[in-house]
């Protein structure tokens, strides 16, 4: 992929040159490279696992994944050699905070009018770590500490100059994302306008969408009845109005078995689809969750506890859940977990009992399904879009290293180039959100 | 699972209610008495003893004795086991994990202030007084969790967070209770420092007022350690009476007790090393996250460093902190041992090897991994001799694999201190 550098180094003088802008412009959108990594262990996710195989890529998009003999290589293309390298489906991390996220403040328990996507800082190095974990899709959410904290965003994690470069558009023009909620602990405080008791947090929830359901009998009534007239807009209810409308999915932050079972009430009350996040007692209520078909987002920590919620959080959670055909994905949580080590929840998965194919599904399938973007990610399939990691290994190893990220046929981490290698591994200036510039000692 | 118990010298089964069986019944009582303290076999496809070059034994074995110590160790061709013996199989074996710096048992797993949160005491930022021993909780899950992963050895105690925060203890993961100081294997076995932004609050609110409290501290215990020696000399002279405090920090300005200093930031590494210059007392770097920066001079002060978990969050003082940082100390030869370190979250507690783990991943040999949480955390706590490596005579602590120890899809199948079979969860 050198050679791809280098065509933009020797663009970089055009740039420069308004003169030129514009015919550099159109070169490059003539110009649908084509790449082929040839003899690399694949693992495809949606199909088994290929030796010796052959992905091809044009341009931001998969051509093909096969055998070396099943897939052909155009005489264009551009061939790496990949021999000893496997190459799984770019990471997708169903809960992390990372790029500075923040959302509501301590004015309310419920903000649904709060957008993350004002927030974020795509210049903070935790993003440049995810993408040295191989993380290229994240749903970036703000905390626990309200019943309802405001609207997540799906981010595929392009090398953008501000947030908007890395956001996902949905058909209807909307971007992805969807709305963080919680409950347990974490959201009962006892001041103010938050609840101080699960009951009331609960209650608290309830009336929020029952006001919502009168919003859309208002707004419908209004629509058909004055279609020429303004309506006047509820930020908030408007977006709880997209969850009963099945156009935004819950991300509800959840762990004892009760408040499990209490997402599991409003859901069926209200008819919205919801995620359960982190669901450290699943293992205890595994068959009301897979009853309820709700998918679940996990986490993996290195000792339970820390709270009274995890206590009784089991390494297998996993297990339990897939077995019984529970959609099941893993998530960082960054900064609980670092994401660059995100593969590793795959391993402790399977340690704990849960199949390979299910944890690997875990770290790339089943959260595209949980973001509903399993049409263009989570697998390498023909006409999915080319996000991929090379790995030095086996992905369940925990020798193994990520030497390289790719978004969209983009490589967006190089372990081999020092600046990437710096975040990767950390050192001096790794952690240096916003560096001065002709600063440092350290380069 | 590849572990395979050996029959056990008895048929329960047999449904006899005569005399003689009943006589039976009692030997075999006593017999699995005998079992419960040693005279067990472990025979592994790897055994790393953790002598000599680091690398593993093919086909070893271990024999633990009677006594709770190590009989024999070496290869099977070598070494018969003795009728009589219980055998444990397992793929890889090796001594029981030693955490080289924890909060266990002090920072107990609900994290709930005045119930199981001991770990660290705010009301003065001095106390080098404040026991281990006293604020130790064997009964707690999370020692539990460790012991059953292989951990059977903690160095643990007050946490970071204040100039000097108090005093840990080396004990094994099977003590319940502190009966007595003979539960423990060192029950005061350094004091622990802190220099940072984690040590300072109102007051010390700076890096340099934090130094010059430390400095006038020590130089109180110069003081007293002086007048000490004076009634010794001079028998007209009264010998001071005992004063808690004081009497630690002459305890470690003797070179009785090491002095443990978390500096995660290189000036606090250099502000450690100018400290241990000028008042001559053992120190133990901890955490040390930009040693990468200091390695020529903390290799010529000759100080080890408990090195931060590698899995740590790179943030305040630990923002560049790098995984390679192990690997870095090795390659200068400096020596270091993993800690599990101090959690005010989740995971409530690290788990020592795992954190080993992910420095192999960047760098650090496997052997040498195993070595910075088995003998080289022995060595730094001077209890070599007794812990850390499978040599006869030295205590049988093992850990029991059914793979790589360091890999995140191995289990730890069985977990043996003093002989005894403390743990076979699988987990």
């Known amino acids: ?443 | 699972m590849p572990v395979i118990i050996a029959k056990l010298p008895a048929a329960a089964s047999t449904a006899n209610f005569s005399p003689i069986y009943t006589m039976f019944k009692i030997i075999l009582a006593l017999s699995f008495a005998a079992v419960a303290h040693g005279q067990l076999a472990v025979k592994a496809g790897l055994l790393f003893t953790m002598t000599g070059d680091l690398k593993p034994i093919k086909n070893g074995i271990v024999l633990c004795g009677e006594n709770g110590k190590i009989r024999a160790v070496g290869p099977a061709s070598k070494i018969k086991i003795p009728a009589g013996y219980q055998t444990l199989a397992a793929k890889v074996a090796m001594p029981g994990i030693i955490d080289a710096h924890s909060t266990v048992g002090l920072s107990g797993i609900l994290n709930l202030p005045k119930h199981d949160q001991e770990q660290l005491e705010t009301s003065s930022p001095i106390q080098p007084e404040l026991r281990a021993v006293d604020a130790y909780n064997g009964r707690d899950p999370l020692v539990k969790w460790l012991r059953d992963l292989g951990v059977t050895t903690v160095h643990t105690g007050h946490a970071p967070g204040a100039l000097m925060s108090g005093q840990l203890m080396v004990v094994k993961t099977n003590v319940s209770s502190i009966t007595s100081m003979k539960d423990t294997l060192v029950p005061a076995s350094a004091v622990a420092s802190t220099l940072g932004a984690k040590a300072l609050s109102k007051s010390p609110g700076t890096r340099a007022k934090a130094i010059a409290m430390l400095r006038a501290e020590l130089m109180k215990g110069q003081s007293r350690r002086l007048k000490m020696e004076e009634a010794k000399d001079d028998k007209e002279k009264d010998a001071p009476a005992p004063n808690l405090r004081l009497d630690v920090l002459v305890d470690i300005l003797n070179k009785k007790t090491p002095l443990l200093i978390n500096a995660q930031r290189h000036q606090d590494i250099a502000a450690a090393l100018r400290l241990q210059e000028e008042f001559g007392f053992d120190l133990i770097l901890d955490g040390a996250a930009e040693a990468y920066l200091l390695l020529e001079e903390i290799k010529a002060a000759g100080v080890p460093v408990m090195v931060h978990p590698t899995m740590g969050r790179p943030y305040g003082d630990l923002e560049n902190m790098t995984f390679t940082l192990a690997a870095k100390l090795h390659k200068a030869d400096i020596p270091f041992a993993f800690q599990s370190g101090y959690e005010t979250y989740v995971p409530k507690t690290r788990v020592v090897h795992f954190e080993a783990a992910m420095a192999a991943a960047y760098g650090l040999p496997q052997e040498v991994a195993l070595a910075a949480c088995t003998i080289q955390p022995a060595e730094i706590l001077g209890l070599d001799k007794k812990i850390g490596s499978l040599e006869k005579g030295k205590h049988a602590d093992l850990a029991l694999f059914d793979g790589d120890p360091l890999e995140t899809t191995t289990h730890t199948t069985h977990v043996i201190i003093d002989g005894e079979v403390v743990s076979s969860s699988a987990k």
């Open chain 1, 1 to 443: 992929m050198r050679s791809r550098k280098l065509i933009a180094i020797a663009m970089a003088p055009f740039l420069l040159l308004p003169f030129f802008f514009s015919s550099a412009q159109e070169s490059r959108e003539s110009e649908v490279r084509v790449w082929a990594y040839t003899n690399a262990t694949i693992y495809p996710v949606s199909s088994p696992k290929i030796e010796k195989g052959t992905l091809l890529i044009k341009g931001d998009t998969i051509l093909a994944v096969g055998t070396s003999e099943g897939v052909k290589i155009p005489a264009e293309a551009e061939v790496v050699d990949a021999t000893g390298r496997t190459i799984i489906p770019g990471l997708i991390c169903t809960h992390s905070h990372i790029g500075s996220v923040a959302g509501a403040d301590s004015s309310s328990p419920i903000q649904p009018e709060v957008r993350v996507l004002d927030s974020i800082d795509v210049r903070n190095t935790s993003i440049n770590k995810a993408r040295a974990g191989g993380i290229t899709t994240a749903n970036l959410m703000s905390g626990s500490g309200h019943l309802l904290s405001g609207q997540t965003i799906y981010l595929k994690l392009r090398k953008g100059n501000i947030v908007d470069d890395l956001t996902i558009k949905l058909s209807d023009g909307s971007l992805a994302y969807g709305v963080k909620m919680a409950n347990g602990t974490n959201s009962i405080r006892d001041n103010g306008p938050f609840p101080g008791t699960r009951g009331k947090s609960a209650a608290l929830v309830r009336q929020k969408f029952i006001d919502a359901q009168a919003y859309l009998k208002k707004r419908k009534k209004h629509q058909e009845e004055k279609p020429e007239e303004a309506f006047e807009r509820d930020l908030a209810l408007e977006t709880l109005a997209e969850i009963l409308e099945g156009k935004r999915t819950v991300h509800h932050h959840t762990h004892r078995h009760d408040d499990i079972l209490t997402v599991l009430r409003l859901k069926e009350e209200f008819g919205f689809k919801v995620v359960l996040h982190h669901v450290s007692e699943a293992w205890k209520v595994a068959d009301e969750i897979a009853e309820a078909d709700v998918p679940c987002s996990i986490i993996f920590l290195d000792s339970p506890g820390g709270k009274l919620e995890a206590r009784d959080f089991e390494w297998k959670n996993g297990a339990e859940l897939s077995k019984r055909g529970v959609v099941t994905a893993f998530h960082t949580d960054d900064p609980i977990n670092d994401s660059r080590w995100f593969l590793r929840n795959a391993a402790v998965g399977v340690r704990a009992g849960m199949s390979r194919q299910k944890a690997l599904e875990g770290l790339t399938l089943a959260g595209a399904k949980m973001l509903d973007l399993d049409d263009s990610i989570g697998s390498l399939d023909p006409g999915k879009q080319a996000d991929f990691v090379m790995l030095s290994g086996d992905p369940f190893s925990i020798y193994t290293r990520v030497l390289e990220t790719h978004i969209e046929g983009e490589k967006v981490f190089d372990l081999k180039d020092p600046t990437d290698r710096l975040y990767a591994e950390g050192g001096y200036g790794a952690g240096h959100n916003r560096e001065a510039s002709g600063c440092c000692f350290y380069r």
